[in-house]
């Protein structure tokens, strides 16, 4: 057996197919990895430590938020790019094709179904992209960790350090804010707004605030007096008020330190916060396509476990109003629950499914 991975464009979409890469190669399952040459693909592949044992790159082309004539003529340019992935599917003897989303997705997706190739769909987000939408008819098996109707439902594949680091929330001494790799604009102006009200409370601050607003954030904080730990470690067995960081890869243990967060809801984030049994207030990107980011959150918003404002809501809330709004939860109900909801090993049932349906 051998597994084509196909899709990406964006980080949601490229964590899935690195993980089910991963997967696979855990299993001794041979992998081809088909991404395109625009967003982040190659930056992610194009390198020794991807998991694939082979990947390509073909010149995919976004179809939403085109005019009508760019609709068609990224169509067309999406078919014409999938003979070449058509041919590269069946140079490597792909028995099994598995999108995982985005505009990356099309040429993978279109060669896989033009080569009558067993065809899959991961779905991340609680809204179908379009992209996935126009293929799932052609889908043997429909994945999602979102109740969709004809779906296979499965965990969301997520690092397990996730769930190492879990642990049932009791009372609030330290907030997370996450904006992500790229920080978020809007949860940096409200983590400043926050500060002053969190010092008086003696709750403490970790702030993702991505490379751009590093500085100035920076420098906003220690306008306001904060003490500063210069890491992780630091902030751990120390009493600084605050640790402030770009970026980091032990998103993991920062989680598992953390009572609360504040964050974006794309799915990856979501779910690697549920898992850890992380309390959360969501405040969706406005702009994801077809307002994912809110159903994301409002999935676990109408069972009782998140918060969620709008970026509209949080110029409407006093400071005063958005701490009492975190006071009033009951944290360790929240966080139980959590746990109770998520699940390990997301990408092993995907790829035991695939594996299933060739071998019956």
Known sequence: MRIAITGGGTGGHLAIAKALGQECKKQ???????G????????WFDNAEAPFEHVAFLESTPVVNQSFLGKWSALAQNITESFKAKKLLQEHNITACISVG???AATGSFGAIFSSIPFFIHEQNACIGSLNRLLKPFAKKFFSSFNFSGATIVPYP?????FATQRIRTNLQTIAFFGGSQGAKAINALALQLAPLLKQYNIRILHQTGKLDYADTYQAYKAQGLSFAHSLDD???NNADIFIFDFSTQMAELMGIADFCISRSGASSLWEIASNGLPALFVPYPYAAKNHQYFNAKNLVDKGLALLYTQNDITQKTPQDIIADIQHLNLTQISHTLLQETRQNGTKDIIDSITQYLTT
């Open 158 to 162: 997520i690092n397990n350090a996730f």
């Open 235 to 237: 902030f751990k067995y």
């Open 102 to 104: 985005g505009f990356s």
């Open 28 to 34: 001794g399952i041979p992998t081809l990895y088909i």
């Open 36 to 43: 395109g040459t625009k967003g982040q693909d190659k930056q």
